[in-house]
């Protein structure tokens, strides 16, 4: 599809701080946006739909990912979260460069939907700094650090099938990064 150039991936294990290196990034540079996930969870109060989410009903998620309107999905804690195929195909016509934070299986199956996509990885510095931050967190039992410490190897051996590797050392400079990789590829020419 057209514009694919400007459709950013971004996956690494919990604990990278991916989230905090992308909202870095958006604060420093408007021009770059992500997307609004969809989810069936209830509204909470302050929200606002189609700006913290779109919120649909669990039956109106289900037909649009039957119908293939979203790319990716996940279900949590009961509640639908995914990407509307709408979302992210209005960022590629306006050429807008758009920012994907997703689980690894959700990063691939973009890729194969749009090969022109950019997936980028970010690396923790070490096992052991990625075994700190998620200990200096405090909210999550020893079950639940191993059980994350496990997922995160075999998320960093998947991390072959993606684009581009950043390391997750200092915020700035990870944030700064990514960005040099967003502007590299949007200054690319355009596929035929």
Not at 1 to 30: C, I, N, Q, R
Not at 55 to 76: M, S
Not at 137 to 145: C, H, K
Request: charged share 30%.
């Amino acid at each position: 599809m057209k514009g694919e150039k400007y459709l950013f991936v971004v996956s690494g294990p919990s604990g990278t701080g991916k989230d905090t290196v992308v909202a870095k990034l958006l604060g420093s540079h408007p021009e770059i946006e992500k997307t609004v996930s969809a989810t069936t969870r209830t509204m909470r109060k302050g929200e606002v739909n189609g700006k913290n989410y779109h919120f649909l009903t669990k039956e109106q998620f289900e037909t649009a990912l039957a119908e293939g309107n979203i790319v990716e999905h996940t279900c949590y804690c009961e509640n639908y979260y995914g990407t509307l195929r709408s979302e992210v195909e209005r960022h590629m016509e306006q050429q807008i460069p758009v920012i994907l934070v997703i689980e690894v299986e959700g990063a691939g199956n973009i890729k194969r939907m749009y090969p022109g996509s950019t997936t980028i990885f970010v690396m923790p510095p070490d096992m052991k700094e990625l075994e700190h931050r998620l200990r200096y967190r405090g909210t999550e039992a020893e079950e639940i650090i191993q059980k994350r410490l496990r997922r995160a190897e075999t998320e960093i051996a998947r991390s072959a099938d993606y684009d581009e590797h950043v390391v997750n050392d200092v915020v700035d400079t990870c944030a700064e990064e990514i960005y040099s990789i967003i502007q590299k590829r949007i200054a690319e020419p355009d596929a035929e």
